[in-house]
């Protein structure tokens, strides 16, 4: 029995949705009538397709589905509704996600495409957005090496590559499971959210292709390297350009109608879809008849309804919320460091890690490591060490630094009910001498736990006998949600009694150790008692 199929594609208004149904007309052209056909819509764009289109899809036999978008990646992240289409359930031996700017150009039978175990993809026809040292980053993100195989880019041939594929075109064994019981497209999704949390360059557009490979290996699949023509590339150095007669295209990846008509194409799609619904343009769809034993449907009623749950109108203020989050565990820390900022003091990384795991554990520590260090290793043992690329100093502003941070930790808030994020000099420690993390579930008790939380900074005074706390806002140390920071803010009005040293402060005298009583017991404004 040969095996089965379904295609699939993104139809979001506006400009995808009529994309779809030059493809759809293309697909029901060339490939096997049994072909199963699907084309996903974000649902927050739901309402604006139009109904010509759908009734082009509808005539086509082609399935249109909602996706839950919204949320799934932060910030935003268009490119990422392949990867929920393709977390979406199939009922097929096989799956393949298309771009929708794609026309198959000449007959595909499925087994030319499929392979067991497998996932097929045409290798990327050039990387030009980062340096092959790129992929120690990546693959570190999971504790993975970086395959030894190297393969050959369809127009950057110059040298060998670490596998790097277009993601134009994605087939998928729906059969195969991983190891955990997963299906591919669940830990492509789990790769894509992880790596995104690290804050990597170059991850808006490119996360989808970044974890490609990573992902397929992640599952336990090897990947099927496809002739280029199933995915073939008119744009770029082919731009302008007709398409060669022996490159015996098959699937022609076009990105826009302008490209398409330099390449001489301008009537192809218009072509397709007469051939197959009886009218070169969508907009006449309801001006002929649907195929013979189709229903006629008028253009009223499009969209179709979804089905969404209902939701009770609040006739009251939410219930305050008077503990932490039961499915989250307690507290986490992040601090970012690099071989300037741990040459300045080797044992301020020692220090950090020491303080906040003896409080949380260092299980909950993450530190972001910007290029390889040894030491740094070493000092972290037993927390969670991402590497970053080494990049230089003056390369390396303070906002890319705190934006690298905030989005790790903002990610972490899914798995934390608190996350510090901070400096590596920074201490924070409560005025009464309380622990931390029992000050800070303390605020649930209220049933009015901040979603941020600042602190008090504190200065040593000239003379360095005295610390003076500095009145005003300042910068969120902790955090219950996503934020985004920047070395100059946003700045929140501190909680009382949470005080913010720097390390330095609050040594021990003649010795390289903190000392917070000490360091209480010189605090202008107190009395000492803390």
Known sequence: MPPTLTLFFIVEPPNYLYMGCHLAASIRKFLPPE?????????????????????VLRRLRVEVRPIEAEGAFDPAYPHGNKILATLAPKDTDFAAFLDSDMLFLQPCLVEEIVRPGQIGMVAASSMRWAPQTVWDQIYGAFGMPVPEE?????????????????????VVDE??????GKRFAEVWMDSAQMLDLTGIENRRPYLDQMTLPVATMRAGMTWSILPEKYNYSINGMMRGKPVPEEADVTLLHYRSRIILAEAGLKDLPEQFLADQIGTSRVRWVFKVPPPAGMALVGPEGFPP?????????????????????????RMAAVTMVGQSKLGGDPLALERWVAYYGGLIGRENLYILRQGHDAEVDRVAQG??????????????PEERRWSTLSHFA???????????CAEVEDILTPLDGAK?????????????????????????ESDGTKLRPISGPSRPSITRKRMALTPKGPLREPLPGLLRFRQADILREGSRELDLKAAILRLEGTDGDG
């Open 35 to 55: 072909v199963q056909v699907i084309g996903y819509c974000p649902r927050h764009r739901w309402a604006e397709m139009e109904r010509e289109p759908l009734e």
């Open 305 to 329: 309804d979804i089905a969404v749950e209902p939701v009770e109108e609040p006739t009251h203020a939410p219930p305050p919320v008077f503990g932490p989050d039961p499915s989250k565990a």
């Open 383 to 396: 927390a969670n060490v991402v590497h970053q690329p080494a990049i230089a100093e003056a390369e390396t």
């Open 410 to 420: 903002s990610g972490l808030t899914l798995y934390y009910n608190w996350v510090l």
């Open 150 to 170: 190297r393969i050959t880019m369809n127009r950057d041939k110059r040298k060998p590559v670490a596998p790097y594929f277009n993601a134009g075109l994605i």
């Open 436 to 460: 931390l993390p029992d000050a800070l579930d303390a605020l649930f008790a209220t049933g009015q736990a901040p979603m941020t939380v600042a602190a008090v900074d504190v200065r040593a």
């Open 175 to 180: 059969r195969w499971r991983s190891p955990q």
